[in-house]
């Protein structure tokens, strides 16, 4: 992966590596990272959803563990806040699934691909019907 | 000239929970089934979402150690060490010597009890009540370890930024230890029973067998990886707290069936009563691990933390983000039961209704289901398949071709 990646936003504490990507790369990102390390090679541990009002953005984050050395990066990229479509990798790391349904439940991230989205996976329906998105910023 | 067969399956919806569907968590399984045979399996998810991320937002970073504490009674320690590490990340602060011994004791206490749980309610799932009550009374030393160590049996209030929150006197040490070693010989003894009982091995052995890879690509954590031969566990990866010093015997299976998780529970209760036994055999005396909590720093530096702990269900994640503000401006909590309910569905098809509760107490999945008919070509023997909605369409393809409904 450091082939295809240069690693250029720092750390999360304590020493994850942060590599910084278009949104539009996401889908390549992961296909390399199957192809360079096996489908054995890594999991998705979650994926963490960061409504950032001041800079316009919805701030996603893969946090992936490589194994079998368990180390976690973040991948970590950016959607405009008015318009948050991403690409989905369910189909090509099942693993996503749970962070996807759950980032797009609560944060109103869309998944492009993923057959599985729907709101009140977890809100409850009268918060879902509202078009409400809980974690965004007031 | 009959040449084609519809084959509508008749499958039949069982909902499965979602109160107590074999494990605590209130969680619907719908089950389609055919015959007696799993064909699908849903999840319906959202009979408890407390909103405790959102929560964290609108309380300081203190007063969420107390918040945290309650998203899971069974691992409460476990959870706000792992927030408290996430706070002392961003903080710049460690604890003492002696505090990272004592969370690591807490941790596999909770350990111990909560595979006791799993293995006890897995007993009662195939009908075997008596064990079941054996190993919960037997648990109740476990707990009993855990209140001489935090104060409390179950929700402990144990961790604290920069250490722990009650010290542990010699001679309660010495009571811990007593205990379990005792409950070590329990352990020893119904590992024996999981392994030579027939009804156990019967009910367990071969069901809800998980490949390597499919474990891995899912994301299933924990023991549920453990025992397909996937070699994760975050407190040797990691060597958070004391586990740089305390280093765990990973425990791996290869069979990757519901028993399989089971057995790797029970040795890895084993290993976690070798470990509370050593850690505190050799409890360091490096000052009070009881931080002055007045004195904390009460403004939190821009920063972001992402920390790691194996729960007793595997890896559990926190992410706490700090804009400099009283509050965080974000905490994600990824628990592992999260993928592991919502990401396994294809676990349980194949298998009978009878099995069923047996494999969500192994561990737990998620599909989503498509009810579609199956076309049979008996001149060719080609199958292909019509989602419902066309063929309820009635499209023009369909009509005055002489069908069989199977």
């Known amino acids: 992966m450091t082939a295809t990646l240069a690693q250029a936003g720092g750390f999360v504490k304590p020493n994850r590596r942060v590599f910084t990507l278009e949104p539009s790369r996401v889908r390549s990102v992961f ?5 360079e390390r096996g489908q054995e090679g890594f999991y998705v541990s979650t994926i963490v959803g960061v409504d950032l009002k001041e800079e316009g953005l919805i701030r996603v984050d893969y946090f992936v563990v490589l194994l079998p050395e368990e ?22 790391v099942p693993g996503a699934l749970s962070g996807e349904l ?8 869309l998944f492009q691909g993923n057959p599985y989205l729907r709101r009140g996976f977890f809100v409850p329906s009268d918060v879902a019907e509202k078009g409400v998105y809980p974690l965004r910023r007031g | 000239m009959v040449d084609k067969v519809v084959e509508l399956p008749v499958t039949i919806e069982i909902p499965v929970g979602p109160q107590h569907p074999a494990l605590h968590e209130p969680v619907l399984l719908k089950a389609y089934v055919d015959g007696e045979t799993v064909v699908k399996v849903e999840v319906n998810t959202g009979y408890n979402h407390r909103g405790i991320e959102k929560l964290c937002e609108q309380n300081t970073f203190y007063k969420d150690i107390f918040i945290i504490g309650r998203v899971c009674g069974i691992c409460n320690t476990v959870h706000t060490d792992v927030y408290v590490r ?11 010597r002696r505090a990272k011994y004592l969370r690591v004791v ?14 006890a309610v897995m007993a009662e799932v195939v009908g075997f009540d008596t064990l079941f009550m054996s190993i919960m009374l037997d648990r109740e030393k476990v707990m009993k370890a855990k209140e001489i160590l935090t104060g409390a049996r179950v929700m402990a209030d144990y961790m604290m930024v920069g250490g722990v929150r009650r010290d542990l006197s010699d001679a309660d040490a010495g009571r811990i230890a007593k205990l379990v070693e005792q409950v070590r010989e329990r352990l020893t003894y119904y590992k024996r029973v999981f392994e030579e009982d027939t009804t156990i091995t019967k009910r367990l052995m071969g069901v809800g067998v998980l490949k390597r890879v499919d474990a891995v690509r899912h994301t299933l954590l924990g023991p549920v990886a453990r025992g397909s031969g996937v070699r994760i566990d975050a407190r040797v990866s990691d060597r958070y707290d004391a586990y740089d010093e ?3 015997e990973v425990v791996v299976r290869g069979e990757g069936d519901s028993w399989a998780r089971m057995m790797v529970r029970w040795d890895e209760a084993l290993v976690s009563a070798e470990i509370v036994l050593s850690a505190l055999s050799k409890l360091p005396r490096d000052g009070s691990p009881v931080p002055d909590e007045r004195k904390l720093p009460r403004k939190f530096p821009p920063g972001e933390a992402y920390t790691r702990v194996e729960a007793p269900r595997g890896e559990l994640t926190y992410y706490v983000m700090s804009d400099g503000k009283a509050n965080p401006y974000r905490v994600k909590i990824r628990t592992p039961s ?4 919502v990401n396994s569905a294809f676990l349980y098809e194949g298998y009978t209704i009878a099995d069923l509760p047996v494999i969500l107490a192994s561990l737990d999945p998620c599909i989503s289901c498509m009810e579609r008919a199956v076309i049979t070509d008996l001149r060719t023997g080609e199958r292909r398949t019509v989602p419902f909605t066309q063929l309820s369409r009635g499209d023009k393809a369909w009509r005055g071709r002489g069908f069989y409904l199977l």
């Open chain 1, 31 to 35: 296909l390399d990272l199957v192809r």
């Open chain 1, 71 to 92: 180390e976690t990066v973040v991948l970590r990229t950016a959607v405009p806040r008015d318009n948050p479509v991403l690409d989905s990798i369910v189909d090509i």
């Open chain 1, 102 to 109: 759950e980032t797009h439940d609560l944060l109103g991230v």
């Open chain 2, 86 to 96: 996430a706070l002392e990340q961003i903080l710049g602060l460690e604890p003492n």
């Open chain 2, 106 to 119: 807490a941790m596999e206490l909770e350990r111990i009890h909560s595979h006791m749980l799993i293995n």
């Open chain 2, 246 to 248: 305390l280093q765990p």
């Open chain 2, 338 to 341: 999260f993928t592991n309910i």
